[in-house]
């Protein structure tokens, strides 16, 4: 089962997240080839990892816009541990290398560098905070620390993997997220830093998938602050929303499936749940998109 535990260690404030069953099942939904699951799964946990640590009420989104192959991979998160994702190219699946095979890590830099990455903070009152930086590796854990350090000022750590088994199959996945208190030790920082590099945190999570045991690897001794809370994935959407969406469509393709006059298919991208959506339906997106557009 997939949860978040949040612990203290020497005034350094730690977030673990296992997130083994909901990478697998963004794997089952999304047909991930191995490249493609090991990239959503760091963003899903990294994803899960800030919008329970954040002091907000609402969900974070985090999208990644790559000039690389993987193109766009997207993933979001409620303060309660609802988390979804998506993959623009789902089908990548690079040969892994002498070194990534050694340390148990995967590199995604050939991937997924160079691009942006981009973090929307919604709070419960509908407003959000967004903003960007240029992701410094493309190895999608380095680069949301790397956002987190700009964005808050605050010394932080990131480290989020996903181990791959027989046939590519999801076999564990989690992450950790440690940042300094006021006054907080910096120096264990570097060295809870050091404990999760060079794919340790990819070697901790294949012999004992737990959120204790990463916990133990980040900080040993650390102490555990409140309950585990669950992280599952589940979708938002809803007929409503699928609707909204159509306006989002070229108006030449709108225009078409007006002219058929035929029930269609909307899939969710972020769950693949397919709505149908009846003529009449199209017809009024296609009439709201014209008068949207002039
Ligand atoms: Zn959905």
């Given at each position: 089962?997939?949860v978040?535990?949040?612990a203290?260690?020497r005034?350094?404030?730690?977030?673990v997240a296992?997130?083994?069953?909901?990478?697998?099942e963004?794997a089952r939904?999304h047909?991930l080839?191995?490249?493609?699951?090991?990239?959503?799964?760091?963003?899903?946990?990294?994803?899960a990892?800030?919008a329970?640590?954040?002091k907000?009420?609402?969900s974070t989104?985090?999208?990644?816009?790559?000039k690389?192959?993987i193109g766009?991979?997207?993933?979001?998160c409620?303060?309660d541990?609802?988390?979804?994702?998506?993959?623009r190219?789902p089908?990548?699946?690079?040969?892994?290398?002498?070194a990534?095979?050694?340390s148990?890590?995967?590199?995604?830099?050939?991937?997924?560098?160079?691009?942006?990455?981009?973090?929307?903070?919604r709070?419960?009152?509908?407003?959000?905070?967004?903003s960007?930086?240029q992701?410094?590796?493309g190895?999608?854990?380095?680069d949301i620390?790397s956002y987190v350090?700009?964005?808050?000022?605050?010394?932080?750590?990131?480290?989020?993997?996903?181990?791959?088994g027989e046939?590519?199959?999801?076999?564990?996945?989690?992450g950790?997220?440690?940042r300094t208190?006021?006054?907080g030790?910096?120096?264990?920082?570097?060295?809870?830093?050091d404990?999760?590099?060079?794919?340790?945190?990819?070697?901790?999570?294949?012999?004992?998938?737990?959120?204790?045991?990463l916990?133990?690897l980040?900080?040993?001794?650390?102490?555990v602050v409140?309950?585990?809370?669950?992280?599952?994935?589940?979708?938002?959407?809803?007929r409503e929303?699928?609707?909204?969406?159509?306006?989002?469509?070229?108006v030449?393709?709108?225009?078409?499936m007006?002219g058929?006059?035929?029930?269609v298919?909307?899939?969710?991208?972020?769950c693949?749940?397919?709505?149908?959506?009846?003529?009449?339906?199209?017809?009024?997106a296609?009439?709201?998109?014209?008068?949207?557009e002039?």
């Open positions: 089962v997939d978040c535990l949040r203290t260690h005034r350094l404030e730690i977030a296992l997130t083994t069953d909901l990478t697998r963004a939904i047909r080839a191995a490249t493609s699951a090991v990239a959503l799964g760091r963003l899903l946990a990294g994803t990892l800030l329970i640590t954040g907000h009420e609402g989104s985090v999208q990644i816009l790559s690389s192959r766009q991979i997207y993933a979001d409620t303060d541990g609802d988390a979804r994702g998506m993959a190219n089908d990548l699946a690079f040969p892994v290398g002498e990534e095979r050694a148990g890590r995967r590199s995604l830099h050939l991937a997924v560098h160079p691009g942006r990455i981009s973090v929307v903070r709070v419960a009152s509908g407003e959000y905070a967004q960007s930086t992701l410094v590796t190895e999608i854990d380095e620390e350090v700009h964005s808050d000022q605050i010394p932080t750590v990131v480290a989020c993997d996903v181990v791959l046939e590519d199959a999801v076999v564990a996945a989690g950790v997220l440690v208190m006021p006054d030790d910096r120096d264990e920082l570097g060295r809870v830093a404990r999760l590099r060079g794919g340790a945190l990819a070697r901790a999570l294949e012999a004992s998938p737990s959120a204790e045991r916990l133990e980040a900080a040993p001794g650390a102490e409140d309950a585990p809370s669950p992280l599952r994935y589940r979708c938002r959407c809803s929303r699928v609707l909204a969406s159509l306006r989002m469509f070229p030449e393709d709108l225009a078409s007006v058929d006059a035929k029930p298919e909307v899939n969710c991208d972020l693949g749940r397919k709505y149908p959506v009846q003529p009449e339906d199209l017809l009024r296609f009439e709201d998109l014209i008068k949207a002039g």
